[in-house]
């Protein structure tokens, strides 16, 4: 029998079913959460909080049951409720404890009509209309449910509940109740409602006796993504660790706890065709339904992911058209080692099949990223040649670099065209270690026929590119540019390079005249380069060789040649055009052009400051004597005397010298001793660490955040700053970045 005398329902009741959850030591109180619960209006029929596993749902309405006055009606779902008579007999015993409910409502239940729920509903409904108390009825667990028999009954009780009556839903399922939304009677709580905060974290972590510090809190919560189960779980796993700030950076999926939880919890309920699908998916980051249909080779992908989605399957949408897709993190690395410990080697095919697809769609990218998450080095290394050259160009350097220290030296070595275009890449950028690392990749490597580039041979392409470096010497420069015009004929691409090495080893060895020649033919063939790397350095050469002649006309026009393609190709940051902004202010300097030699002077040592000091030694031994010589002409001492002892610095480290230390020679003896000068604060007169802080003053940086960027003291960049301002005149920090986006310091 039921209270009160009313006959027994006709099913078993567990008690267990209408009892709210008792209250576990160790669990947080979910105060932002059950502030919002109680805060949700009275006009609200329905409250949906839907989450995956993990996420405390329960934990959060007991919480919130045992804090609100109000009466809570409790019902924890199961499968067998999916029978709507048995679920409206739940509902009504729930119900029932707080106050009794019209017989009506179990006479109802007892009859034999199919739709005897629904009567047994609608006495439920009146009875409540008779109640002078507020109450709560809480459906906890409804994704069990997989009859629409049993869910239409949720959708009438919902949509006839009395005023001061809510029903709360607790699931895994993301459900439907359209009339309900389009009548602004529902409000939901989702994953981000229920995630931990960083304080929520901080309180688990602490109970579980684990360190509790800003900077593991943050990292666990990122990494957690505020999964609360996944914090319980993480603070046992990194309470003894000697540095939790790194142990907690260090979880992954594949923790043996959070393993065992989702096996328990997800996989176990799984069929083998989803569970599949999981796998194989997880290892993509990304997923959409074409991509994953291509990977599977199978179709009907985006429905399965649109279902995992609802259900809650730790799949989280990434667009308002349910078309891209990822999985929780640790979800996702979970489903991984998973997939590893199962089918080792199909983790390789699905990326190589993923960077198939990614390469058809043309987005190259993630079409590498997959071919060396796939361990596909040779098809890797092919689009990464193809396609570097453009990310540097947009400023994706360090995407470029990341892809060259996934492949290693021996992948390079594996295809040595990539490793030429690598060389040249780091070294246009001012790299000069990586590129050398890249061209003694190249040496190793063998490779048959012209390379992709149009170089002739892989051994030409070494010699071109040998010989625009430098780095053994003005002497061998002079060697490897001769052959290299040898082995690349006068219609190959790179002809105008290697001839362009040719003229300025020449220039640089004394031999003016033949420099000229070279040259010339250089400009004239590789203006149409893409990019005119070559044109730009031969015209820069050709105007510095005027210059030493008195030829100032002839300076001007090919200083003004070669900015001009510097701007125009938009290589400003490129390292040869160095040669040209320096040229240019030679020339200006000359003509009393204060301004204009002070802003290509100021771009030059700007752009010094992003390359290492001996990128590539002739050409730092050379721009440190024409800066001299501009600063010399502007009657810039301190900066002139500057820049003659960082061309003495670059030469002691060069082998063969050829004529550098004749020119920087006749730089120094223009020197007049300094006792006949008032020092004068100079602009021009920066070192090298006072450009490395001048160039982090335009952002929002404080001194120690600089100081940190740049591993200095704070005392350190404050003492800089000083010296800035006062070589430049300014009285503060705005005034001083203001000055030298003028002076060409730094870039406006």
Request: overall charge negative.
């Amino acid at each position: 029998m039921v209270p009160n005398g009313r006959a027994e329902p006709p099913f078993a009741v567990v008690e267990a079913k209408i009892q709210r959850p008792v209250h576990r030591e160790g669990l947080i109180a979910r105060t932002r959460l059950l502030e919002a619960l109680a805060a949700t209006p009275e006009r609200i029929s329905l409250i949906l909080v839907t989450a995956p596993a993990g996420y405390g749902k329960t934990t959060a309405l007991s919480q919130w049951a045992t804090a609100d006055p109000r009466e809570f009606a409790w019902v924890t779902v199961d499968e067998a409720d999916g029978d709507p008579v048995r679920l409206a007999g739940h509902v009504a015993l729930a119900l029932h404890r707080i106050q009794p409910l019209d017989p009506a409502v179990f006479r109802a239940l007892e009859a034999g009509d199919r739709s005897r729920h629904l009567t047994a509903l609608s006495h439920l409904l009146t009875s409540l209309r008779t109640w002078n108390r507020r109450g709560v009825v809480v459906l906890d667990d409804v994704h069990e449910l997989r009859t629409v028999g049993a869910m239409n009954f949720i959708r009438a009780l919902a949509a006839g509940l009395p005023a001061g009556f809510q029903l709360t839903v607790g699931s895994r399922l993301t459900l439907g109740f359209g009339r309900l939304r389009s009548e602004d009677r529902i409000v939901e709580f989702g994953v981000e409602s229920l995630a931990f905060t960083k304080e929520e974290a901080r309180a688990i972590l602490a109970h579980a006796g684990a360190d509790s510090s800003d900077d593991t809190v943050r990292t666990l919560v990122q990494r957690t993504e505020g999964w609360p189960a996944g914090v319980y779980l993480a603070a046992r796993a990194i309470r003894t660790a000697s540095d939790p700030a790194v142990a907690a950076r260090r979880l992954t999926g594949d923790d043996p706890y959070i393993v065992d939880y989702f096996r328990d919890e997800f996989l176990v309920r799984e069929s083998p065709e989803i569970v599949r699908f999981l796998l194989r998916t997880a290892v993509l980051g990304q997923m959409s339904g074409a991509l994953c249909d291509h990977v599977l080779g199978q179709s009907g992908s985006a429905g399965r992911l649109a279902e995992a989605a609802r259900r809650n399957l730790f799949v989280v949408p990434l667009d308002r058209r349910g078309e891209w897709y990822r999985y929780h993190c640790l979800v996702a690395e979970m489903l991984v080692s998973e997939l590893r410990r199962r089918e080792p080697a199909e983790e390789s095919q699905v990326h190589r099949r993923a960077a198939d697809w990614y390469e058809q769609q043309g987005q190259i990218e993630k079409a590498i990223e997959h071919r060396l998450a796939g361990a596909d080095t040779g098809a890797a290394a092919g689009l990464i040649n193809r396609h570097a050259p453009q990310f540097v160009a947009a400023g994706r350097l360090q995407t470029v670099r990341r892809w060259l220290d996934a492949l290693g030296e021996d992948g390079l070595v594996s295809y040595p065209p990539l490793a030429i275009t690598a060389a040249w890449t780091l070294a246009l950028i001012g790299d000069m270690p990586g590129s050398q690392r890249c061209l003694h990749a190249a040496e190793r490597g063998s490779f048959d026929g012209p390379l992709p580039d149009g170089s002739s041979s892989l051994v030409s392409a070494v010699t071109v590119l040998r010989a625009s470096l430098g780095a053994l010497g003005v002497d061998r420069m002079l060697l490897d540019a001769r052959a290299a015009t040898e082995y690349e004929p006068p219609g190959s691409p790179w002809f105008p390079s290697a001839m362009a090495a040719l003229g300025i080893a020449h220039a640089l060895s004394g031999a003016a005249d033949m420099a000229v020649k070279e040259l010339g033919l250089a400009a004239r063939l590789g203006a149409e380069g893409r990019p005119p790397t070559a044109a730009v350095g031969a015209l820069a050469e050709l105007s510095l060789i005027a210059a030493d002649r008195d030829d100032w006309s002839d300076a001007e026009d090919k200083a003004g040649q070669a900015v001009d393609l510097i701007e125009t190709a938009g290589i400003e940051e490129h390292l040869f055009s160095v040669l040209g902004y320096v040229a240019a202010a030679r020339v200006a300097a000359h003509q009393g052009n204060q301004v204009a030699a002070q802003r290509h002077a100021g771009t030059v040592l700007r752009m010094n400051t992003t390359f290492s000091p001996a990128v590539i030694p002739w050409l730092s031994v050379q721009v440190a004597i024409a800066l001299a010589e501009t600063f010399l002409e502007l009657g810039d001492f301190a900066a002139a005397r500057l820049q003659a002892e960082e061309a003495g610095r670059q030469l002691d480290g060069l082998l063969t010298e050829g004529a550098l230390r004749q020119q920087l020679s006749r730089v120094l003896a223009r020197f007049v001793t300094e006792d006949e000068h008032v020092p004068v604060p100079s602009a021009m007169a920066l070192t090298r660490a006072e450009m490395r802080v001048l160039q982090l003053l335009p952002t929002h940086l404080s001194l120690g955040q600089i100081g940190e960027e740049l591993f200095l003291s704070r005392n350190t960049v404050k003492a800089h700053l000083v010296s800035i301002r006062r070589k430049l005149q300014c009285a503060s920090r705005n005034e001083v970045v203001a000055r030298c986006r003028d002076l060409g310091l730094l870039r406006t």
